[in-house]
């Protein structure tokens, strides 16, 4: 089996490893377990390794303090769309500038969540913060750990982290967060004007297509919402065929992880079509458990596409090239 098979192998008993634990843990949405073991994959071990630890020490972070402001803005609307908009600016800008991008993009992103929780639901803040947190720490773990027992070059532990140096100019970084923070609040007041579904699916969508150049942004903004297309049609069918039958969801959620996984880690020019069909799938079919009906996934979905297609449009709107349009430094988080 050649390195890629190994490591979407690896992911597929991942993801059905760390949902169960989730699920068995009582934990809220077993969804985001999933999700960090399907963003984390890479065939390079080392590469794999940095992304867990970054993504970990993001989230805590990240969640730590979110919640802490977020407590203190309680009931400042004006306050905490302010705090929105730097929060997409600066992760978006140190996602492009630091060699740990990974690791400020999750933090801000995480901070943003919590803040979106105590706009929308105050009353969750504190479950949702602990649980994030779980939820990120038991995906990251069991994914590092199904990588040292099936992915490629079993036995070749990483012996430290692994710098990503960045070649985007602070220009060009502080142009993209500006399009960030930018359409950020566009999509905050369109949710408020037009009381749109799921929010954080919506801002999260938005933000990982933010790109140096326009014209990339829309080109990985059609990719995220054709793989949105694909993964949540297939999660879908799985759903209406029987998802109730437990030995049917975990096979199809197995399977299929492993072949948009096995397009997610591919060398090909549409491997993150396969990375949001995986992550669309996981939206789709995995709830509290098995989901029990369709409206909760639909509503995630139509969150992420319309985040995508409001953000691609704030991008279009500016549509100011930044002086160099080199494409953005750590594109592969999705």
């Not at 009931?75 to 302010?82: F, R, S």
Request: with cysteine; glycine share 10%.
């Amino acid at each position: 089996m050649d390195d890629i098979s190994r490591q979407a192998l690896a992911t597929a008993v991942a993801v059905v490893a760390a949902v169960y634990i989730a699920i068995a843990m009582g934990l809220e949405q077993p969804y985001w377990a999933a999700l960090s073991a399907v963003i984390i994959a890479n065939v390079d071990r080392g590469a794999m390794f940095t992304k867990g630890v970054l993504r970990i020490a993001g989230t805590v972070v990240g969640v730590t303090g979110g919640y802490a402001v977020a407590l203190w803005l309680e009931g400042q609307p004006i306050a905490q769309a302010l705090l929105l908009m730097l929060l997409a600016g600066l992760g978006t800008y140190g996602r492009q500038r630091s060699d740990y991008g990974y690791a400020w993009f999750y933090g801000a992103l995480s901070a943003l969540l919590v803040l979106l929780c105590s706009m929308t639901t105050p009353e969750q803040i504190y479950g949702f913060a602990h649980f994030r947190c779980y939820e990120i720490v038991i995906g990251v773990a069991v994914a590092t750990l199904a990588n040292w027992a099936l992915g490629p070059r079993a036995g070749e532990l990483p012996s430290g982290l692994t710098a990503a140096p960045t070649g985007v100019s602070a220009e060009n970084a502080a142009w993209q967060g500006l399009a960030a923070a930018l359409g950020s609040l566009a999509i905050l007041f369109a949710w408020v004007a037009f009381d749109l579904p799921a929010l954080t699916q919506v801002l999260i969508s938005s933000l990982v297509v933010v790109d140096a150049d326009p014209a990339a942004t829309r080109h990985r903004g059609f990719q995220r919402i054709l793989g949105c297309v694909i993964g949540g049609a297939t999660g879908l069918l799985v759903i209406g065929i029987d998802a109730t039958n437990v030995v049917w969801w975990t096979a199809s959620l197995f399977l299929l992880t492993f072949l948009f996984a096995r397009v997610h880690l591919g060398k090909s020019a549409n491997t993150y079509v396969g990375t949001q069909s995986a992550i669309a799938l996981l939206v789709t079919m995995v709830d509290s458990g098995p989901p029990v009906s369709v409206a909760a996934p639909l509503e995630r979905l139509v969150g992420i596409m319309i985040g995508v297609a409001l953000m691609t449009a704030v991008v279009w709107l500016m549509n100011v090239k930044p002086p160099e349009a080199k494409p953005a430094a750590g594109a592969e988080i999705p």
